[in-house]
């Protein structure tokens, strides 16, 4: 999506398969815990984005499409 795109790909990569010190996604999380991590950010090392900026439905098509994409490598 462009919301991953513009907010995450930076860090994650275009692909979603992490970039250094960051995961690749969606990784072992479960679509409720993956929402919940991009709302809340993480220790510091990730903002958090509100749904104003990243809706609940995006972000459920992103966590299908980079788990797609995540099970395509494997």
Do not use: N, W
Not at 53 to 70: E, M, N, P, S
């Amino acid at each position: 999506s462009i919301a991953y795109t513009t907010s995450c790909a930076a860090c994650h990569s275009a692909s979603g398969q992490g970039d250094g010190a960051y995961p690749a996604l969606p990784g072992k999380l479960s679509e409720e815990v993956f929402i919940r991590v991009v709302r809340e950010g993480r220790h510091g090392s990730m903002p958090a984005f509100a749904p104003t900026v990243i809706d609940d439905a995006t972000l459920r098509a992103d966590f299908a499409a980079l788990g797609a994409r995540q099970s395509a490598v494997a």
